[in-house]
T-cell receptor
Framework: QKEVEQNSGPLSVPEGAIASLNCTYS??????FFWYRQYSGKSPELIMF????GDKEDGRFTAQLNKASQYVSLLIRDSQPSDSATYLC???????????FGTGTRLKVLA | GAVVSQHPSRVICKSGTSVKIECRSL??????MFWYRQFPKQSLMLMAT?????????EQGVEKDKFLINHASLTLSTLTVTSAHPEDSSFYIC??????????????FGQGTRLTVV
């Protein structure tokens, strides 16, 4: 069973702080990793994707990938109340279009 | 990013009736589309893979006779929930990957359809 694990939260951080969201996956053949943000009642929207070990930065967001540990994380700097949402980690195995989603972590940024 | 349009966004139907949901890729062709279902406070669960010009592939536990999928063109997939029951009430989301299947492939999601069966 290929799994993607996330802590469901809620993770509460004060406005302006760094929010750290974590995700582990079981399939060592996974090659692409995605972070989606989902507001209540809405569809997921892509924040970032990462393929290579290390860090990838995009604005206030940094994705970190460690394939040896089967671990991917998302850091949100200068968190804003508008960042409050559920963050879904998704993993795609090489050669397929299938995405396996984690259960999501609910983030609350407190004003 | 690419645009995937899903319609309708909300539908209420009576128990025993059928409901059709459409998913269109507006600015790219998608030979493959995915249908997900999401219950409250749960993650997206893949129901089936829709393949243009061939039969859909269903995930374990998903009834293919109840959830009919038709991928008639490179830009349109439809999901029909037949003989709907209250337990089918959920948020249904389609997605379409854009890319060659390699590392640069991303999935774009439709807006989702909130189905309520009464």
């Amino acid at each position: 069973q290929k799994e993607v694990e996330q802590n469901s939260g809620p993770l509460s951080v004060p406005e302006g702080a760094i929010a750290s969201l974590n995700c582990t996956y079981s399939d060592r053949g996974s090659q692409s990793f995605f972070w989606y943000r989902q507001y209540s009642g809405k569809s997921p929207e892509l924040i970032m994707f990462i393929y290579s070990n290390g860090d990838k930065e995009d604005g206030r967001f940094t994705a970190q990938l460690n394939k040896a540990s089967q671990y991917v994380s998302l850091l949100i700097r200068d968190s804003q109340p508008s960042d409050s949402a559920t963050y879904l980690c998704a993993v795609r195995s090489g050669g397929t279009y299938k995405y396996i989603f984690g259960t999501g972590t609910r983030l609350k940024v407190l004003a | 990013g690419a645009v995937v349009s899903q319609h309708p966004s909300r539908v209420i139907c009576k128990s025993g009736t059928s409901v059709k949901i459409e998913c269109r890729s507006l600015d790219f062709q998608a030979t493959t589309m995915f249908w997900y279902r999401q219950f409250p406070k749960q993650s997206l669960m893949l129901m089936a893979t829709s393949n243009e010009g061939s039969k859909a592939t269903y995930e374990q536990g998903v009834e293919k006779d109840k959830f009919l999928i038709n991928h008639a063109s490179l830009t349109l997939s439809t999901l029909t929930v037949t003989s709907a029951h209250p337990e089918d009430s959920s948020f249904y989301i389609c997605s379409a990957p854009k890319g060659s299947g390699g590392g640069n492939t991303e999935a774009f999601f439709g807006q989702g359809t909130r189905l309520t069966v009464v």
